[in-house]
């Protein structure tokens, strides 16, 4: 059985001056979206951006009628359609209803579904206050700020495909990194975009006394679920020089497993650079043999 998020609101504007809302990104970014590179037509791919949230989609449009809006996209990290269905009303008000479908009734599609459910009634009352009362309820958003790099040239990159499932490796990034890289304990983490976090690492070579603490300071600036993890990585002299350098983890589904590209940029020389070319392979393998043959 397919999960289908079913929401509805009536508007009390006509049927077209709703449609143009949901046509035009001039009029969209008033209560849904920051930008979109246009207005949506059928057979036409147009991106969606939400600046607060560092995110940009793809909208495959496949159908548009004067009361009906169809499109497919990937905003809860696996492929979905979106119906939306309006029905003018005697009184001059439109009903509007949202309807999207896609995910198996699982763990994770039910914690789509959720997700996605809220975020349509939350789309369906800020779409309400703009066009009823000309209030733009996305104001005042903070945007996410991305370094600047530009005087870091120097990156990265490393793959590797992970026997786990891309769910279960996103979750890893962004809700337990205590289970295969961070030192139990330490971790202050919460998986939401703009939202800071810290967590040490430890460890003692065989020339070394004491036990090496190393702190991890950064941001996640962009979140897709099941898809992609982006954050700053800011550590000590032995790392990143205290510079703040952007990781991109790319997750994509390959059989039961998936292929992890993990980019790494901003780093203020060669040899910083060096040093953790070295080193993710073995973190990343580290990662694939913590969750080897898990389901969660």
């Known amino acids: 059985m397919k999960l289908k998020v079913e929401v509805e609101s009536v508007i009390s504007k006509p049927v077209d001056v709703v449609l143009e809302a949901i046509l035009s990104p001039e009029k969209m970014s008033n209560y849904f979206i920051s930008s979109g590179s246009g207005r949506l ?3 036409k791919t147009v991106l ?13 449009v496949t159908t548009i009628e004067k009361n009906f809006i169809s499109f497919l996209w990937t905003a809860s990290g696996a492929e979905t359609k979106v119906d939306i269905k309006l029905e003018e009303l005697d009184t001059g008000k439109t ?116 036990m090496q603490r190393h702190p991890h300071y950064g941001r996640f600036l962009r979140l897709e ?21 952007v990781v991109t983890v790319e997750l994509e589904p390959i059989g039961n497993g998936t292929n992890l590209r993990l980019s790494h940029a901003g780093f203020p020389d060669e040899a910083s650079r ?23």
């Open 95 to 210: 009903s509007v209803n949202v309807f999207e479908e896609g995910w198996e009734c699982t763990e994770e599609g039910l914690k789509c579904f959720s997700q996605q459910t809220q975020g349509w009634v939350d789309m369906l009352n800020c779409m309400k206050a703009y066009l009823e009362f000309d209030i733009n309820l996305r104001k005042g958003i903070k945007a996410v700020i991305m370094p600047d790099l530009s005087k870091r040239p120097f990156g990265l990159t490393v793959e590797r495909v992970m026997e786990a499932a891309p769910e279960i490796l996103y979750k890893a990034w962004t809700q337990q990194f205590d289970q295969w890289f961070a030192a139990p304990g330490t971790v202050l983490m919460k998986g939401e975009v703009n939202s800071a976090f810290f967590f040490e690492t430890q460890f003692k070579f065989e020339n070394q006394s004491e």
């Open 274 to 296: 060096d040093q953790h070319k070295e080193a993710w392979p073995f973190v990343i393998k580290q990662l694939d043999e913590t969750y080897l043959g898990s389901t969660k």
């Open 48 to 60: 969606w951006s939400w600046d607060d949230a560092g995110a940009e989609l793809s909208i495959q």
């Open 225 to 245: 679920p099941n898809r992609l993890v982006e954050l700053t990585w800011v550590t000590g002299a032995e790392g990143t020089r205290g510079a703040e350098t």
């Open 41 to 43: 037509e059928v057979g």
